[in-house]
């Protein structure tokens, strides 16, 4: 069992305790940030005269050659050590000697494990960051490709008003550009760099902190050595958008599946992301969007697992924060995926603009519009959403649309109704006649697209020499 401390023990550390508390099972994956880490440690150290320049060579050649073999296959990370850093040191005091053993000074695993996990999660939000803009590519292809693809808009999943299939697919890209406003938030929030904050209460060395940060790319040394070490807001915080994108993608799937149901027909998914039933062999299943609307939950169940195990643990550094590592881990490798799966899936996926319009005609998607007609002619709106109450009734009763009542059907109903009515519910008039920003019409959806493609290439920047 290679580990880094023992001195004050006596006794071999049980099998099964040892087993319990390590973590190289999981957080071998930091690997790359551990290295990346105490590469900038010891450049700092040799910078502040505590290791020689012979000794920062040395370590650096050792470190250098340690990830290069950990990368080409010859060297495995095994199970024999406790976790990520006691196998990089071990094998760095191996190759180099006792030098190896200088890598370590001033600073403590709880300072340098809050690195690692900074650092990955620093790089894995502009990871989903660049999955979830790429998919915003894909929402604004479609909307600009189908402003003039009628649908119903739904409340209560019941038609309500007419829209376009471009102002549907708009309301999502609202909620993805969000989703990245908040991944830009945490990586800004979180660039600060914990190392040199010891184990809890920095060091006697004279460590140059801001230094070690400019090196790995951080706004600056975090101000608090205690919160350094203890901090996993950024964790949650994480969590949480990535819990909210889930939603987002989750809602999306569940229109998908409704969308592709017999019953509404309005998109027709690739084949490369359905499949079939074993004993059916009629049946093509969403199955890549149910997977993405099932998998939402285990990604909330990381972000309330890391709230429950922070809320009770006091200052500074507790074993609890070991926890966080293996459900970020997986949450971030679960979103990463249904955003690549979900991109391909809608980027393939055939729209029946023909059906989505038919089922805009039927459903008294009008109705509004009718009620608006009234008012345009001095009928108080109150009044006006009672005749077409009514009107409706009367249609339901005959089994048809309003508009293909007779004039003289609807006068009976209300006398102001004159000719013009039909132009005025038609589903075309419906549409166009909302030009408010942010509603349907062609003209104002036009003026959100463009928004949108400035968003797109403006985008928010961010250092990547990191």
């Known amino acids: 069992m290679a580990q880094l401390w023992g001195g004050r023990f006596t006794k071999e550390t049980d099998k099964l305790v040892y087993n319990f508390n390590a973590s190289i099972s999981f957080d071998r994956k930091l690997f790359a940030q551990d290295i990346e880490g105490s590469i900038a440690h010891v450049v700092m150290l040799a910078k ?10 040395t370590i650096l050649r050792g470190l250098t050659a340690i990830r290069k073999d950990v990368d080409e296959g010859r060297l495995q ?7 990520i850093h006691s196998f990089v040191e071990a094998n760095l005091i191996e190759r180099i000697g006792d030098v190896g053993k200088k890598l ?10 809050a690195l690692d996990m900074r650092l990955y999660i620093r790089l894995e939000v502009l990871c989903v960051d660049e999955l979830v803009k790429e998919l915003l590519g894909t929402l604004l292809r479609i909307m600009e490709e189908n402003t003039d693809t009628y649908m119903p808009g739904f409340t209560h999943l019941q038609k309500a008003q007419p829209v376009t299939l471009a102002h549907h697919i708009g309301a999502y890209f609202e909620m993805f550009k969000r989703d990245r406003s908040r991944l830009k938030d945490i990586y800004h929030r979180m660039n600060y760099c914990p190392l040199g904050a010891g184990a809890l209460a920095g ?3 004279p460590l140059d902190r801001n230094y070690t940060a400019s090196l790995l790319g951080f706004e600056g040394p975090s101000l608090n050595s205690m919160d350094a070490v203890s901090d996993r807001d950024y964790v949650i915080e994480l969590l949480s958008a990535l819990s909210t994108i889930m939603m987002h993608l989750s809602r999306f799937c569940e229109e998908i599946i409704i969308w592709n149901s017999d019953e509404y027909r309005f998109v027709e998914i690739d084949d490369a992301y359905s499949t079939g039933s074993s004993i059916m062999p009629q049946k093509k299943n969403p199955d890549i969007a149910e997977l993405i609307r099932g998998k939402t939950g285990r990604v909330y169940g990381a972000l309330v697992s890391i709230l429950t195990t922070m809320k009770g643990i006091p200052l500074a550094y507790n074993k609890d924060m070991q926890e966080d590592k293996e459900l970020t881990f997986d949450a971030v490798d679960t979103v990463k995926g249904c955003l690549a799966l979900f991109e391909g899936m809608i980027r393939t996926m055939k729209f029946r603009k023909e059906v989505m319009e038919r089922s805009a005609m039927k459903g008294f998607t009008n109705a509004t519009d009718a009620a608006d007609y009234l008012v345009g002619r001095g009928v108080p709106f109150r009044d006006a959403h009672g005749i077409i109450g009514k009107l409706v009734l009367y249609c339901i009763d005959k089994q048809c649309s309003i508009e293909d009542l007779s004039i003289e059907e609807l006068k009976e109903i209300s006398p102001v109704f004159e000719e013009d009515i039909y132009d005025a519910i038609s589903l075309k008039a419906c549409v166009e006649k909302r030009l408010t920003t942010g509603a349907p019409g ?7 697209i463009a928004i949108e493609k400035d968003y797109l290439a403006k985008d928010w920047q961010i250092e990547r020499s990191i």
Do not use: C, F
């Not at 502040?48 to 060579?57: A, R």
């Open 48 to 57: 502040q005269g505590i290791l020689t320049k012979d000794e920062k060579d």
């Open 77 to 83: 990370i095994t199970e024999e050590y406790e976790d």
């Open 104 to 113: 370590h000074t001033g600073r403590s695993r709880n300072d340098q494990v």
């Open 203 to 205: 060091t006697t060395y």
């Open 442 to 448: 062609p003209e104002a959806m036009q003026e959100i």
